[in-house]
């Protein structure tokens, strides 16, 4: 069976797992220890991060950028990445932003200060790191809004791989109880949209020990 | 004519020229100074960042990751990605290892400390992070010479994105004089391949006012 190496709160494994569920490519989902460093799994991504995905043809294909191209190329029954030259772009600048950029600003500050560090023992939150991280949402949030407001789906009037990064940013902050949704009506509505596509139900449900989400993270109508 | 908005030491400007070289595709190529953030630029690409593509049907293609997609979709002829999935997924995997993990990890600490903080006036290097830029450069000198000595090039039996990738990071190292090329003789082979392509010639011609390259920069045979 086809296997997703990831971790719950990984946002580049819940984007691959968004892609599969769009694409209703089955799938067995297993966790990986990353900071164990297993040989066999260094043998298939030396980056030693998640995801990773398994055929069981034996292709083994690391960094959930290659795997979403991937799947668009080997299953391109349902695109995520658009038909026409221009879209093809857009979605895929898009994807880069929020893999990257949002990332970067955003899921890496607050994720990394408010729940990995305590996790790996490394030490109390950087109060200032988790400042710009705050910081650094509110354009992010307008942005979206205005995305959203624009346009039928992110990068245009299809569901697209670029709404599938967005969301998978977003729901990991989510669960850690970062986003204020009230502060941009487009975005929510956007989100909301997103989070009841059969797709993302699996996400709802994950949960990890010792970090509760708050109420409304699993709430269709939040 | 084609426009590639650029910035002579950016290494993701440059994996973008070396593409359009390989894949000979005649453009202009215009500085822009992200740093005073023009107007029509923004439109083009909210993150304003550099590299940008402009085709004369007046599609604007921001990101170097979705151009060269774009490049290999509209201009089929010549592949840098590869041909079957299998090595789709391992030219993608080493591109974003390059364009992401290496350049976190060791292009990002050198050069802004060593080069862009003095000019943009933000104070003095700071030691550590350049220490921890040149350590970080030890493994993936290995790595890249491992991947040299084990295949014809580093994704495997043709020249890819991958190659791209790689040498646009180490073009940039190589011009502030941060790579010391007798550590690794498979990686030193391997770059004085790509290097003597023609779509490196104008990389190697490129110069930065106030900073001069070392004297091997240009040099085929170093
Ligand atoms: N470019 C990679 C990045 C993956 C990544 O950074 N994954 C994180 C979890 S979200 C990870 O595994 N981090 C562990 C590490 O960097 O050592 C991708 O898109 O798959
Ligand atoms: N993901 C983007 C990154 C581009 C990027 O970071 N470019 C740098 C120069 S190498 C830049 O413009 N930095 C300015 C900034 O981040 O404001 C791409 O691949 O094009």
Redesign the pocket.
């Known amino acids: 069976m086809r296997i997703l190496y990831h971790?719950p709160?990984?946002?580049?494994?819940r984007?691959?797992r968004l892609a599969l569920g769009e694409k209703r490519i089955p799938f067995d989902l297993r966790s990986e220890r990353?900071?164990e460093r297993r040989e066999a799994y260094l043998a298939m991504n030396p980056?030693?991060?998640?995801?990773v995905l398994t055929e069981d043809n034996g292709l083994a294909i690391?960094?959930?950028?290659?795997?979403c191209e991937y799947l668009d190329e080997a299953y391109p029954e349902v695109t995520l990445i658009g038909r026409t030259l221009a879209e093809r772009a857009e979605v895929r600048r898009l994807a880069c932003w929020f893999?990257g950029k949002f990332s970067t600003e955003v899921t890496r500050l607050l994720v990394y200060e408010r729940h990995l560090k305590s996790l790996m023992g490394r030490g109390n939150p950087d109060a200032a790191a988790i400042r710009a991280g705050y910081q650094n949402l509110k354009p992010h949030m307008e942005y979206l809004g205005w995305l959203a407001e624009s346009r039928a789906w992110l990068a245009g009037p299809n569901l697209s791989l670029a709404d599938l990064a967005a969301a998978a940013q977003l729901s990991v902050l989510d669960y850690i109880g970062d986003v204020d949704w009230s502060v941009n009506e487009a975005a929510r509505e956007w989100y909301a949209r997103v989070k009841s596509r059969p797709a993302f139900r699996p996400l709802l449900t994950d949960r990890v020990s010792g970090l509760t989400p708050p109420p409304h993270y699993a709430d269709l109508d939040f």
Not at 62 to 67: F, G, H, K, T, V
């Open positions: 971790l709160l990984s946002p580049y494994s984007k691959v990353i900071w980056a030693c991060t998640v995801p690391a960094d959930s950028a290659a795997i893999d």
